[in-house]
C-alpha cells in the first residue's frame, strides 16, 4: 500500500483502486491504532484511531481532498505534504 504522506507519527495510505472497494477512502496508520477514512465524509469508517489522531487526519483530509479523490479516480498516486 504506497504511502502518500506522514505527519506527527501518522502514515497515509492509500491502496490501488483494484484492489479496493468503494466508498473512496485512505488507511492512516498511528502506532499501534489504525483508521479508515471516507474521502468525501473525512470520517473514520472503521478503527481505533484516537479522537486527538482523529482531528489532525481530519485537518490533512480537509487539505488535500481534491487530491486525495483525483488519485482514487486516476489510480495515478503521488506525495502529499504533511500537516
Do not use: C
Request: net charge positive.
Amino acid at each position: 500500500m504506497p504511502e502518500i504522506s506522514r505527519f506527527y507519527g501518522i502514515i497515509i495510505k492509500m491502496f490501488f483502486k483494484p484492489k479496493e472497494h468503494e466508498p473512496s477512502h485512505i488507511h492512516a496508520l498511528y502506532g499501534e491504532y489504525v483508521g479508515i477514512f471516507d474521502l468525501r465524509t473525512m470520517e473514520m469508517t472503521e478503527g481505533d484511531m484516537p479522537i486527538k489522531a482523529q482531528g489532525l487526519i481530519k485537518e490533512w483530509l480537509s487539505r488535500n481532498q481534491q487530491a486525495l479523490l483525483q488519485m482514487w479516480d486516476s489510480q495515478k498516486l503521488r506525495k502529499l505534504p504533511p500537516l
